[in-house]
């Protein structure tokens, strides 16, 4: 068995002989989940604590608790003073850079203590399941089976190699695409044809957040950032003979249905 102490001392020295303790986040209720979605906020979110769960640590190790006690890293951190506000305490943790090449990669079996959500890390041996390749995202539910947003869309198209699956199957079909805006709920109704299909239409918007379309560079024009706000999903594939008209006249029928045009973000 490879345990976590043996991949981190492998990394660096930084946690020899220190008071370190391991932490997983893992809650159901919704109010989490979308933390879960921008690390800023989980990071803030981690940071207040309603016991000293922190107070006798130099450093704390955070994962993210996954399916059947697995959980993957977050980062590590450096626990600097903390403050008593409103009964809750409030910690300066500072991210430590020596295993960053591990965040969102390492896997281990949080083991048979999914209960306790910290423990100290030289007391407990936990086992590392797997390493993800750089910039992996997750296995491939299906064409009409996701809904990505942006960071997770530009982190497939900057990282191919590691998710194969999800750009041999986007690249395989031509398609009808939504572009939802979480921020106010308007949708951007879009096809995609050519030699790589949805992956390659996708690649644009991946490049610079708006993909050429006029209301989002507007959006953009606002808000340099607001394509943080958009989620992409797939609402219909399309064969790879199919025509550019044929392909205009389904585009056309949703943007009919959904009301995309007139309450949303298509022009035309």
């Not at 203590?113 to 890390?121: C, D, I, M, R, S």
């Not at 918007?205 to 993909?211: D, I, K, R, S, V």
């Amino acid at each position: 068995m490879i345990t976590l102490q043996q991949i981190l001392s492998s990394q660096s020295s930084l946690l020899e002989g220190k008071k370190v303790k391991i932490v997983r986040h893992k809650d159901g209720r919704a109010e989490y989940r979308e933390l879960l979605k921008s690390r800023e906020t989980l990071l803030e979110y981690q940071k207040e604590q309603a016991k000293d769960v922190f107070g006798a640590c130099d450093y704390i190790i955070s994962f993210i608790g996954l399916d059947r006690n697995q959980s993957v890293l977050f980062g590590v951190f450096k626990v600097g003073a903390s403050k008593i506000k409103n009964g809750m305490y409030y910690y300066d943790l500072t991210p430590v850079d020596d295993f960053n090449n591990l965040i969102d990669r390492l896997i281990i079996d949080w083991g048979d203590g999914g209960l306790a959500w910290y423990q100290w890390y030289d007391r407990q041996k936990k086992e590392v399941i797997k390493i993800l390749p750089q910039g992996y995202i997750g296995n491939f539910p299906g064409l009409l089976d996701f809904a990505l947003e942006y960071d997770e869309l530009k982190t497939i198209i900057n990282n191919p190699d590691a998710n194969y699956e999800w750009k041999n199957h986007l690249a395989a079909v031509n398609g009808i695409y939504l572009i939802l805006d979480n921020n106010t709920g308007m949708q951007y109704i879009g096809s995609a044809n050519g030699r790589d299909g949805i992956w390659q239409r996708w690649c644009d918007y991946a490049a610079n957040g708006h993909g050429g379309n006029k209301e989002l560079v507007a959006l953009m024009k606002t808000d340099p950032t607001y394509h943080r706000h958009f989620r992409y999903s797939v609402l219909q594939t399309l064969p790879s003979n199919i025509t550019k008209t044929e392909i205009d006249k389904i585009e056309t029928l949703y943007k009919q249905k959904l009301g995309s045009k007139s309450h949303g973000l298509n022009r035309n």
